[in-house]
């Protein structure tokens, strides 16, 4: 098993930045990827962006081009990621998930998931 813990989230003003962080613990030999889905209230869960152990691969909605930037410190078994010029629309719970494989863009490639972490972006 592989646990997730996420934190970071808070409420910010729009264009403001904010710095996610993914703590995982367990049997974390077993992951190969990681990935930042969200949820917005009312809305199905989408992804967000997503990275490999080595970081030789990685993804990002078209969404968050250029905005949000995933990062892994695979010493410390931690997911990062730092949103910067936050939108409103952005604000959704943040949740962090773990992979054996690479499949980044679907929640059912995904094993483990964190509880989640709610940004909030005001305008």
């Known amino acids: 098993q592989v646990q997730l813990v996420e934190s970071g989230g808070e409420l910010v003003q729009a264009g403001g930045s904010l710095r996610l962080s993914c703590a995982a613990s367990g049997r974390t030999f077993s992951i190969y990827a990681m990935g930042w889905f969200r949820q917005a209230p009312g809305k199905e869960r989408e992804f967000v962006t997503a990275?490999?152990?080595?970081?030789?691969?990685?993804e990002y909605a078209n969404s968050v081009k250029g905005r949000f930037t995933i990062s892994r410190d695979n010493a410390k078994n931690t997911l990062y990621l730092q949103m910067n010029s936050l939108k409103p629309e952005d604000t959704a719970v943040y949740y962090c998930a773990a992979s054996g494989g690479w499949g980044p863009l679907s929640t059912l490639r995904y094993d483990y998931w964190g509880q989640g972490t709610l940004v909030t972006v005001s305008s």
């Open positions: 990275i490999n152990w080595s970081a030789s691969s990685i």
